[in-house]
T-cell receptor, first 113, second 114 residues
Framework: SQELEQSPQSLIVQEGKNLTINCTSSKTLYGLYWYKQKYGEGLIFLMMLQKGGEEKSHEKITAKLDEKKQQSSLHITASQPSHAGIYLCGADKDGGSQGNLIFGKGTKLSVKP | ETGVTQSPTHLIKTRGQQVTLRCSSQSGHNTVSWYQQALGQGPQFIFQYYREEENGRGNFPPRFSGLQFPNYSSELNVNALELDDSALYLC?????????????FGPGTRLTVL
């Protein structure tokens, strides 16, 4: 079955620094979603990538999809304390209906002021 | 905010009891998916409802059941609660079933089974 592995598991950065989180799939990626979660709360949708080579940005967050490597990266520029939280990547399981997303275990980001 | 609401926010039950969790979809959405998130893990897909019919199910036993109502709100029922059922339960609403759509998540219900 398809699995998503995120790295690193946790990250502590100084405010203002850039950082990258990676998500690697064991199978072909058909749709890759990035969500942010505050501890114990719901998931906040960040962006969705569907095509190889696709890149999307929202404010200071950029995500890319490398279809050949079955990998996506999330890059935050000039991190701020508001970026702290758990970042989860999710994918449409085996190319099926969007309802059945599988998720990585998440990357916990802390930003030191 | 996504417009997806869940109730209750927290719940404490004892082993063997039954529980019902509720989800109100974002306006215009006709699809609801439920996920279980254990501490330190990513969400695990339980099942999905599309226009009141179950449209897919993850690797969860039959004691996990659900309903979707004509207004597209939804319930998750869990019978014979076990300690391992303690988790954050998330519902997500979306429109249709096509890959490439986006699921919007509610704030979750924290269930503790003692």
């Amino acid at each position: 079955s398809q699995e998503l592995e995120q790295s690193p598991q946790s990250l502590i950065v100084q405010e203002g620094k850039n950082l990258t989180i990676n998500c690697t799939s064991s199978k072909t990626l058909y749709g890759l979603y990035w969500y942010k979660q505050k501890y114990g709360e719901g998931l906040i949708f960040l962006m969705m990538l569907q095509k190889g080579g696709e890149e999307k940005s929202h404010e200071k967050i950029t995500a890319k999809l490398d279809e050949k490597k079955q990998q996506s990266s999330l890059h935050i520029t000039a991190s701020q304390p508001s970026h702290a939280g758990i970042y989860l990547c999710g994918a449409d399981k085996d190319g099926g209906s969007q309802g059945n997303l599988i998720f990585g275990k998440g990357t916990k980001l802390s930003v030191k002021p | 905010e996504t417009g997806v609401t869940q109730s209750p926010t927290h719940l404490i039950k004892t082993r063997g009891q039954q529980v019902t969790l509720r989800c109100s979809s974002q306006s215009g959405h006709n699809t609801v998916s439920w996920y279980q998130q254990a501490l330190g893990q990513g969400p695990q897909f339980i099942f999905q409802y599309y226009r009141e019919e179950e449209n897919g199910r993850g690797n969860f036993p039959p004691r996990f059941s659900g309903l979707q109502f004509p207004n597209y709100s939804s319930e998750l029922n869990v019978n014979a609660l076990e300690l391992d059922d303690s988790a954050l339960y998330l519902c997500a609403s979306s429109y249709g079933l096509a890959v490439g759509g986006t699921q919007y998540f509610g704030p979750g219900t924290r269930l503790t089974v003692l």
